[in-house]
């Protein structure tokens, strides 16, 4: 096979030495634009991890890698005059310059051939090729050239950095925030050559990376110039002159910029593969792209062999394999450069919080993950939690023995709940006329005996013509009040939970069928009028709703107080107003469904005024000494919608109007969505709501392990956590999850056996 790699950086000579590996008598070119000796930037990172698969991949170059290897374990985290160290995170750096020397000598030892200082003017040039892979960095030239084919994504991100050296020695990854006069800046550094390690000339300095990253606002009113290298320098000197202690600060084609996050809709063309920074870049603080990109030349060898004599299958099999991984990790990584983005949110926590904040930020290390690299620091941020949650809720909390942050106690007026577990409204499309019956009970009842701290009914309708199928549940009849007392009362009696109602109403998502039936697809038969805040259907096909006139507002809101009342004699503990998914509130907050242009339409603040009337009318008639939520749909997930600026603007006018959680949801407003998955997704949301508007949130959203619920909590993302299909599979998910950490909860009496099987634990709440 004929192989041409297009740019000499660590992707293109590490694929040339693993074909040449697979077979000696494969042609392999590795044409670079650069001296041999040039580089750009400093260290670069391998995690345990990595150097396994490296290992395994080539010995020798391995051996020879390691060999000037500068490992670390710790983590310092320098925040307000304090340093909070981490340890067991197992890293190592090195000199990038020696790793291209090493990777070249051994390329050259298996036969590749090596071309530098060659410009690639086309790629018809290599058109006798085999395969050509793309490893030409972010401003590829192989990607420009076939990018209506690879439509490529480029996402310049707002922050600013530079990318500097030091001769101080680090022996922790270190973190620091500094502010000056313009602003914060963060430090990213860490030490990658000792001479006393890895064997580098005796008198050589130790050497280690320096990135500079603030926002731009900063930037700009410091007055720096992005390619003053001089002036970089001396500025930062200044800066973070207790970290560099005397030493100085080196430059390297160091000019400040915004890191690209780059992603492509196809990976390869033909015979032609994109990869590296070429196809997608991970942000610096979760580690290096030279690692990234090695390992999907690892992957894409492991295709070549498996495909033998077929490049095409195997590149797309190879972009089937390694997609998902990837995506993955640039998931993590777009959250890790939002918390950078937004470090100025958190710096008013304490340090216990702050360190964990900043150790968990892209859900790649998580409470549990912590807890076995660093016991001793995870047993600190639980002491200080628990301490933090006694005082929040004003009940005592036992340490011993010391309980996780999930089965600590949260107050909202006058309610308290026993743990942080919330089971999220979930619709079940069995009611007949509205009225909740034997199912109703089991579900929620059974999730209560689960020992979930809170339990929410499904969304409950205000009126007949609210609910959103023939099956939902609703408090507008007296018969209401007595089923849903039933079910309310064999919670309180039979647990610890508290029960919460969610009343909507369904807007011109009612009057459709069952979840299995189709969803939000209208009736066949039977419709019933719908309204909204302007008349556009759902579906191109759905019923066209009615727009609201004043007459329409007063009868619902009515309606809504009505419910609310009707749930106090209920005995419920709580009552939360659903804004979002599109219903009939949300329809009004959202520009994309309301066209209105009286004072209920255009600015966000004349599109709240509906919703917050309804508010106010449930808080008139809610008793004072009982708390109100509101669910919010953080964004749209469509163009022209709903953003999380936006979401903040309505918690602030929501915890004006006395509402005292916000219950963070996105999405469902529109059909045309295309929101953005992934583990915790809408958890950023419910985090920025809460520390910017300084109110109490709910998180929700692919929260499934007591992991993520632990790790939400005690760095302060949310106060308390919503499961919902967790609580499908497991009803006793809560106490599962409690025995699972050593905590486990009293069973009833009942189930009186499995107490006596743990006699330290007495019945009791």
């Known amino acids: 096979m004929k192989i041409t790699c297009i740019?000499?950086?660590?992707?293109?000579?590490?694929?040339?030495i693993l074909m040449k590996k697979v077979d000696p008598a494969h042609e392999v070119l590795v044409v670079e634009r650069n001296r041999p000796e040039d580089t750009f930037g400093f260290g670069v990172v391998f995690s345990d991890a990595t150097m396994e698969d490296l290992g395994a991949a080539d010995p020798e170059t391995f051996e020879e890698i390691t060999r000037h290897f500068y490992h670390w374990d710790d983590i310092d985290i320098h925040y307000h005059g304090q340093v909070l160290r981490s340890t067991g995170h197992g890293f190592a750096g090195m000199s990038r310059a020696g790793l291209l020397r090493i990777l070249q000598e051994r390329a050259r030892e298996l036969g590749a051939e090596l071309r530098f200082e060659t410009e690639v003017a086309s790629l018809d040039e290599f058109a006798d090729s085999d395969l050509?892979?793309?490893?030409?960095?972010?401003?590829?030239?192989?990607r420009s050239s076939h990018a209506d084919h690879f439509e490529p994504s480029i996402d310049l991100r707002p922050n600013r950095f530079v990318w500097l050296g030091t001769t101080q020695s680090f022996p922790a990854f270190t973190f620091d925030f500094q502010r000056d006069d313009h602003g914060l800046w963060r430090l990213h550094a860490y030490q990658y050559e000792d001479p006393a390690v890895t064997g580098a000339p005796s008198g050589e300095p130790c050497i280690s990376t320096f990135i500079v990253e603030t926002t731009d606002e900063a930037f700009t009113a410091s007055g720096l110039a992005e390619d003053d290298e001089a002036a970089t320098l001396d500025y930062c000197s200044r800066v973070f002159a207790e970290r560099l202690d005397g030493h100085c600060l080196i430059a390297n084609r160091s000019i400040w910029r915004r890191f690209p996050t780059v992603t492509c809709e196809r990976w390869s063309q033909g015979n032609t593969i994109l990869v590296g920074d070429a196809v997608h870049t991970a942000h610096f603080s979760i580690g290096s792209g030279t690692r990234l990109a090695m390992e999907d030349t690892i992957a894409l060898r492991d295709a070549l062999v498996a495909n033998p004599g077929d490049v095409p299958a195997a590149l797309a099999a190879y972009e089937a394999e390694r997609r998902p991984a990837v995506e993955s990790l640039q998931r993590a990584a777009h959250v890790s450069l939002q918390w950078f983005e937004d470090t100025e949110r958190y710096m008013d926590m304490e340090p216990e919080q702050f360190g964990f904040n900043l150790l968990t930020r892209s859900l790649r290390i998580s409470h549990s993950n912590l807890a076995l690299r660093d016991p001793a620091m995870i047993r600190e941020v639980d002491r200080w939690f628990a301490g933090k949650a006694a005082a929040q809720s004003g009940v005592r909390v036992s340490y011993d023995p010391l309980p996780p942050p999930t089965f600590t106690p949260f107050r909202v007026r006058d309610m308290v709940v026993a743990n942080r577990v919330v089971v999220s409204p979930m619709c079940q499309y069995t009611a007949v006329d509205g009225v909740?019956?034997?199912?109703?009970?089991?579900?929620?009842?059974?999730?209560?005996?689960?020992?979930?701290?809170?339990?929410?009914?499904?969304?409950?309708?205000?009126?007949?013509e609210a609910r959103i199928s023939p099956g939902c549940t609703g408090m507008y009849k007296p018969k209401h009040v007595d089923a849903w007392r039933r079910i309310v009362d064999f919670v309180h009696q039979n647990?610890?939970?508290?029960?919460?109602?969610?009343?909507?109403?369904?807007g011109r998502k009612a009057s459709t069928k069952t979840l299995w039936e189709g969803d939000n697809e209208p009736l066949d038969e039977g419709n019933w009028p719908i309204v909204s805040a302007s008349p556009i259907p759902y579906f191109p096909h759905s019923q066209v709703p009615r727009e609201m006139d004043r007459g329409d507002m007063d009868r619902v809101r009515d309606e809504f107080a009505r419910a609310a009342t009707m749930a106090d004699e209920a005995g419920f503990d709580i009552v939360e107003i659903h804004f979002a998914h599109g219903y009939l509130l949300a329809s009004f907050i959202s520009p994309l469904t309301n066209e209105r242009d009286d004072e209920y339409g255009g600015e966000l603040a004349n599109r709240m005024r509906y919703?917050?009337?309804?508010?106010?009318?449930?808080?008139?008639?809610?008793?004072?000494?009982?708390?109100?939520?509101?669910?919010?749909?953080?964004?749209?997930?469509?163009?022209?919608?709903?953003?999380?600026?936006d979401s903040v603007e309505v918690a602030r006018m929501l915890k004006a109007h006395g509402c005292d959680l916000v219950d963070v949801s996105s999405g469902q407003t529109v059909a045309h969505q295309q929101p953005r998955y992934g583990r915790q997704y809408q958890t950023p949301f419910a985090d920025r709501i809460r520390h910017e508007v300084g109110i109490a949130t709910m998180a929700v959203g692919n929260i499934s392990s007591y992991m993520d619920v632990n790790s939400i909590l005690a760095a302060g993302r949310a106060d308390l956590c919503l499961l919902a299909r967790a609580h499908l599979f497991e009803p006793y998910w809560t106490r599962h999850a409690a025995a699972a950490q050593g905590y486990p909860l009293p069973w009833p009496d009942q189930y009186d056996t499995l107490n006596r099987y743990n006699p330290r634990f007495e019945w009791g709440y």
């Open 611 to 645: 919703p917050l009337e309804v508010f106010d009318a449930v808080r008139a008639v809610w008793p004072d000494h009982k708390p109100m939520s509101v669910r919010i749909s953080a964004v749209d997930w469509a163009p022209g919608g709903m953003e999380p600026v």
């Open 495 to 506: 647990s610890h939970a508290r029960i919460g109602m969610q009343l909507g109403h369904a």
């Open 436 to 464: 909740p019956n034997d199912w109703h009970l089991v579900h929620l009842g059974s999730r209560a005996v689960g020992g979930a701290g809170l339990i929410w009914t499904e969304m409950t309708d205000v009126s007949e």
């Open 7 to 16: 740019g000499g950086g660590p992707a293109g000579l590490y694929f040339a």
């Open 132 to 142: 050509i892979l793309g490893a030409d960095g972010i401003n590829s030239f192989v």
